[in-house]
């Protein structure tokens, strides 16, 4: 079982950065993918990126590539997700996620098995 807790959320000016983590508590996550998601009010989550162990190859959601950035750091069991020049579309609620493998997929939600509780974004001036 993996529990995952996001943080680093918050209220930022366009243009600005951030950097969200995803912990894992009780299990280590060196033998797992984690994905980022997001959901912004009245619209479905979406997959913003995705790391895979092992290699620790990366994909990016067109609306993010060049301005995000995904990196794991597997003796702190942590994920992280930089979040630089932000849009106000780029406001929604953080999710991070692991599937039950190794590898980065499609972001089909049903084939993520753990999700934490979220954290917000919310890029306004």
């Known amino acids: 079982q993996v529990q995952l807790v996001e943080s680093g959320g918050g209220l930022v000016q366009p243009g600005e950065s951030l950097r969200l983590s995803c912990a894992a508590s009780?299990?280590?996550?060196?033998?797992?993918?984690i994905a980022w998601f997001r959901q912004a009010p009245g619209k479905e989550r979406e997959g913003v990126s995705c790391i895979s162990a092992r290699s620790a190859s990366t994909t990016y959601a067109d609306s993010v590539k060049g301005r995000f950035t995904i990196s794991r750091d597997d003796a702190r069991n942590t994920v992280y997700l930089q979040l630089n020049s932000l849009k106000p579309e780029d406001t929604a609620v953080y999710y991070c996620?692991?599937?039950?493998?190794?590898?980065?997929?499609?972001?089909?939600?049903?084939?993520?098995?753990?999700w934490g509780q979220g954290t917000q974004v919310t890029v306004s001036s």
């Open positions: 996620a692991a599937p039950e493998h190794y590898y980065c997929s499609n972001y089909t939600l049903d084939k993520y098995d753990y």
């Open positions: 009780k299990s280590s996550l060196v033998n797992y993918a």
